[in-house]
């Protein structure tokens, strides 16, 4: 069975531009959560979709916004980029919030601002 | 109250030795706790998990030890490794909830040395 894939795996944006990641789960995973990954501030929640649905969100800027599509497949968008939002972002997966415990990491999108 | 803290910081180990990491949480709606390994240029993968019902769950040369009073868990690696060598993250979940998002510890890396 195919792991979580994430594209692009790396990208370079100017300040005040926007970005699009994405993120396929694994087969029949129904649940995606981003996360961003920074050396400062570690692994933080971004948000979490379930059918199509946002069910949970951290304590990020609106700038940072996300979607789920009818395949599970998801997409987060960050605009207006800022320095500070260099980062490893991650995608993980899983069968369905809450019912089950196991979410599996896809190897991250490194976005670099300049 | 949402905060998971994780010590120590880095890790040196001897080749066969044992590696402990420890983590602490605040809140106690808290049901999942997780352990990941991460690799340079990797997603974090899933080590082993456990449930506050148990005390314990060991699994080859990795056990999580769990106080759910003290609202402690803790990882031993046994007979540890060079190819162990890696950041290891806590994480902990409120699944119960139907929170399915993760909220990590700080990291711990860890070198084996041969």
């Known amino acids: 069975k195919a792991g979580v894939t994430q594209t692009p795996r790396y990208l370079i944006k100017t300040r005040g531009q926007q970005v699009t990641l994405s993120c396929s789960p694994i087969?029949?995973?129904?649940?995606v959560s981003w996360y961003q990954q920074t050396p400062g501030q570690g692994l933080q929640f971004l948000f979490e979709?379930?059918?199509?649905?946002?069910?949970n969100k951290g304590n990020f800027p609106g700038r940072f916004s996300g979607r789920q599509f009818s395949n599970s497949r998801s997409e987060m968008n960050v605009s207006t980029l800022e320095l500070g939002d260099s980062a490893l972002y991650l995608c993980?997966?899983?069968?369905?919030?809450?019912?089950?415990?196991?979410?599996?990491f896809g190897p991250g999108t490194r976005l670099t601002v300049t | 109250q949402q905060q998971v803290k994780q010590s120590p910081q880095s890790l040196i180990v001897q080749k066969g030795g044992i590696s402990i990491i420890n983590c602490a949480y605040e809140?106690?709606?808290?049901?999942?706790f997780p352990w990941y390994q991460q690799f340079p240029g990797k997603g974090p993968a899933l080590l082993i998990a456990?449930?506050?019902?148990?005390s314990e769950k060991k699994e080859g040369r990795f056990t999580i030890s769990f106080n759910k009073s003290a609202k402690q868990f803790s990882l031993h690696i046994m007979d540890s490794q060079p190819g162990d060598s890696a950041t290891y993250f806590c994480?902990?979940?409120?699944?119960?909830?139907?929170?399915?998002?993760?909220?990590f510890g700080k990291g711990t890396k860890l070198s084996v040395k041969p």
């Open positions: 809140n106690t709606a808290f049901d999942y």
């Open positions: 087969s029949g995973h129904r649940s």
């Open positions: 456990i449930r506050p019902d148990v």
């Open positions: 994480a902990a979940s409120n699944l119960g909830g139907s929170q399915g998002n993760l909220i």
């Open positions: 993980a997966s899983s069968l369905a919030p809450g019912s089950t415990d196991e979410q599996y």
């Open positions: 979709y379930f059918s199509e649905t946002q069910r």
